[in-house]
C-alpha cells in the first residue's frame, strides 16, 4: 500500500489546513470568556504537526534540488 505522503504537495497542503485550523483555534480560545484547557491542547498539537509538515515539505523539496 503506497503511502499518500510520497508526494511533497500532501506535506504542503496537510501543513496549510492544520496551520489554518490551529491559528482558528487560538483565535477562538483567546477571545473566548471561558477557559477550555482541551482545545487549546488541540490547537498547539495542530499548530506543531503543521509546522512539522511544512518543515518536511521545504527539506523534501531541497534535497530533490540537490
Known amino acids: ?3 499518500i505522503f510520497k508526494s511533497n ?3 504542503l497542503i496537510s501543513g ?3 496551520l ?3 491559528f ?3 483565535y477562538q480560545f ?3 470568556a471561558a ?3 482541551v482545545k487549546l491542547i ?3 498539537v495542530f499548530f506543531g504537526y503543521g509546522g512539522y509538515a511544512i518543515y518536511t515539505y521545504i527539506k523534501n523539496t531541497k534535497d530533490k534540488q540537490a
Open 1 to 3: 500500500m503506497s503511502s
Open 9 to 11: 504537495t500532501s506535506y
Open 16 to 18: 496549510l489546513v492544520f
Open 20 to 22: 489554518a485550523y490551529a
Open 24 to 26: 482558528y483555534r487560538l
Open 30 to 32: 483567546f477571545n473566548e
Open 35 to 37: 477557559f477550555n484547557l
Open 42 to 44: 488541540i490547537s498547539l
